[in-house]
């Protein structure tokens, strides 16, 4: 059974870094195919993909905020870790990880984390 | 690159059939295969119904439909029932080797 779990501050103060880590079991990222993506939601308002790994290292990020993110693994802790610089309160927002269709394509994520939800604010 | 374009809101009656369009570009819809769909319930992570324009995961309702035009990809939800009545988001792959959402679509079973 495949589970992803977010962790990590629920606020933090404009311009700094959020740390994000996404835990999970029942797959291994270091197995060809499997790769692991960063969605998050405003409230109240869509979803923004903002970050993807894949089993071999290759990493992908949203070209307007691409500046701002690094996505890394860490097999051996099954963890993969966002970090988001220059925090402001407009990134405000629940973050979701999200495990990738073994057979799909690049975007079809079919195991969800609950999320977590980070408030930017002095 | 834009949001996809997905209508604010969509309502039918328990029983009828609902369409939902998702409209993109030549650069990300209308060039891939790899558009997929996903339910929203409120407070809710999201959920897989369609993947590659019009494959469905194991365990999600035959009810649920993908087709793709164009530059624009359809969720179809046939039988419509009221646990239906929630946010559905498409996704689509992209020329820059990206992935982009759409704006969201409401579904209300009246």
């Not at chain 1, 059974?1 to 999970?24: A, D, H, M, R």
């Amino acid at each position: 059974q495949i589970t992803l779990k977010e962790s990590g501050p629920t606020l933090v103060k404009p311009t700094q870094t959020l740390t994000l880590t996404c835990t999970f079991s029942g797959f291994s990222l270091s197995t060809s195919g499997v790769g692991v993506g960063w969605i998050r939601q405003p409230p109240g308002k869509a979803l923004e993909w903002l970050a993807f790994i894949y089993w071999d290292d290759d990493k992908r990020y949203s070209p307007s905020l691409k500046s701002r993110l690094t996505i890394t693994k860490d097999t051996s802790k099954n963890h993969v870790v966002l970090t988001m610089t220059n925090m402001d309160p407009v990134d405000t927002a629940t973050y979701y990880c999200a495990h990738r269709h073994p057979t799909a394509g690049l975007g079809a994520f079919d195991i969800w984390g609950q999320g977590t939800v980070v408030t930017v604010s002095s | 690159q834009s949001a996809l374009t997905q209508p604010a809101s969509v309502s039918g009656s328990p029983g009828q059939s609902i369409t939902i369009s998702c409209t993109g570009t030549s650069s990300d819809v209308g060039g891939y295969k790899y558009v997929s769909w996903y339910q929203q319930h409120p407070g809710k992570a999201p959920k897989l119904m369609i993947y590659d324009v019009s494959n469905r995961p194991s365990g999600v309702s035959n009810r649920f439909s993908g087709s793709k035009s164009g530059n624009t990809a359809s969720l179809t939800i046939s039988g419509l029932q009221a646990e239906d009545e929630a946010d559905y988001y498409c996704s689509s792959y992209t020329s820059s080797s990206t992935l982009v959402f759409g704006g969201g679509t409401k579904v209300t079973v009246l």
